[in-house]
């Protein structure tokens, strides 16, 4: 799920690593990563109602992120979007359970916050209300074009924005210590210099 080498971002910067989230694409996989997805909304302490997954990656996310939570006694509903609205069927943008409650937002990372408004907004239009992000790795940068960079990074400004908690499975400090620690292997450790000083350039401490 994480590679090395030189990868673009969506803010255009060259970033030696990348999370795929596109990569949980088997049972077992997906199946481990809703369960730190769970498991890290349970340990939290947040109180929700149900979960939304907004389009696309967070629909598979939200989806198995249910299934996990009610494996471990906590069955809630769930909910996600689509991009083009139906004239058929049930119709509309919406899938899933009516949005109701405190609603947790389910993604794989924070890069412009983009995706979190147009959630916020969704749920709040349907009388709900947001009350924390739940994504994988927190990539700890600060927003903004080089030269005009944030004092905070995009997941400090999406909680301050929105006034709610940001949780993360796990985030860049976590990665870095991992690849550069004992145990790591010669294989990750050449990777650990470079995303050291991408770090240093961009990342919040």
Do not use: W
Request: proline share 2%.
């Amino acid at each position: 799920m994480l590679r090395f080498g030189e990868f673009v971002t969506k803010a255009g910067r060259n970033s030696p690593y990348f999370f795929n989230a596109g990569s949980f694409n088997d049972g077992a996989t997906l199946g481990r990563i809703a369960d730190f997805y769970a498991q890290t909304l349970l340990d939290s302490g947040i109180e929700f109602d149900m979960l939304f997954g907004p389009a696309y990656k967070g629909i598979t996310l939200a989806s198995a992120t249910a299934v996990a939570l009610a494996g471990k006694g906590r069955n809630v509903p769930f909910a996600f979007n689509r991009k083009e609205a139906k004239d058929h069927g049930e119709g509309g943008t919406m899938v899933g359970a009516a949005l109701q409650g405190r609603v947790v937002i389910i993604d794989d990372v924070i890069t412009a916050g983009t995706s979190v408004r147009e959630s916020v907004d969704m749920i709040r239009a349907a009388g709900a209300t947001p009350c924390a992000v739940l994504i994988a790795l927190d990539r700890m940068e600060r927003s903004g074009k080089d030269g005009e960079l944030s004092a905070q990074s995009a997941v400090q400004e999406v909680s301050r924005n929105y006034c709610m908690p940001v949780i993360s499975i796990a985030n860049l400090a976590d990665l870095l210590g991992y690849i550069s620690g004992a145990g790591a292997d010669a294989q990750l450790a050449q990777h650990k210099d470079a995303v050291a000083a991408y770090r240093q350039r961009y990342g919040v401490m």
